[in-house]
């Protein structure tokens, strides 16, 4: 080797003579030393490299699942979203207001009779679409339901889960009743 790394430091006047020859003694006296009774010899920038290399790897391995987490996220609400728009019941030229529920507001959408009737009986559902509202078949309504809870806002109970335990089977409701 034309120049070692120790006379590059001496020439740049970085290091004297006597620090020089004392860092090699002491190489020297590890390598010995190691060789001889087989001790190693920590070396503690190797120790930290390791850990710093250990960190990020846990560190990317975090971030990795929470990027997986997003997209998984994404995915469901990608497939909310096109069961919604393949499956929506168009409500145009709606005149009678139907009433829900939305958390703690109450709603109103306008709907055809036909719809009325069928949200009423629990055959279609209303969820959250954008900014607004739709109206689905219940068959789907359950399909988001089991990928988003979330996206249903109303979803009457069908008579079949009602039962005969209804005490109030007895008697008519108006038809003219609007709520």
């Known amino acids: 080797m034309a120049n070692s790394f120790g006379d590059q430091f001496l020439k740049a006047g970085l290091v004297n003579k006597t620090q020089l ?4 003694k002491s190489k020297a ?9 087989k001790i190693e010899v ?7 490299a390791k850990q710093a ?23 469901v609400l990608a497939q909310v979203r096109q069961l ?8 145009d030229g709606g005149e009678v207001g139907y009433n829900f529920q939305d958390g703690s507001l109450v709603k109103k959408i306008f709907v055809t009779d036909d719809v009325h009737a069928k949200l009423g009986r629990g055959l ?23 990928r988003d809870a979330a996206c249903i806002v109303s979803h009457a109970e069908t008579q079949r889960e009602i039962g005969d335990d209804d005490p109030y089977a007895d ?9």
Request: hydrophobic share 40%; net charge positive; aromatic share 4%.
């Open 29 to 37: 006296k590890q390598q010995t030393l190691k060789q001889k009774q």
């Open 53 to 75: 290399a250990a960190d990020k790897a846990a560190r990317d391995r975090e971030l990795n699942r929470q990027q997986q987490q997003e997209a998984e996220r994404r995915a």
């Open 124 to 146: 279609l559902a209303i969820v959250r679409y954008d900014a607004g509202y739709e109206v689905i078949p219940a068959i789907v309504a359950e399909k988001i339901k089991l």
């Open 21 to 24: 020859s004392k860092a090699q």
């Open 84 to 91: 919604i728009e393949l499956n929506r019941v168009p409500r």
């Open 42 to 48: 920590v070396d503690e920038a190797a120790v930290a």
């Open 171 to 179: 008697y008519k409701v108006p038809d003219d009743l609007m709520w």
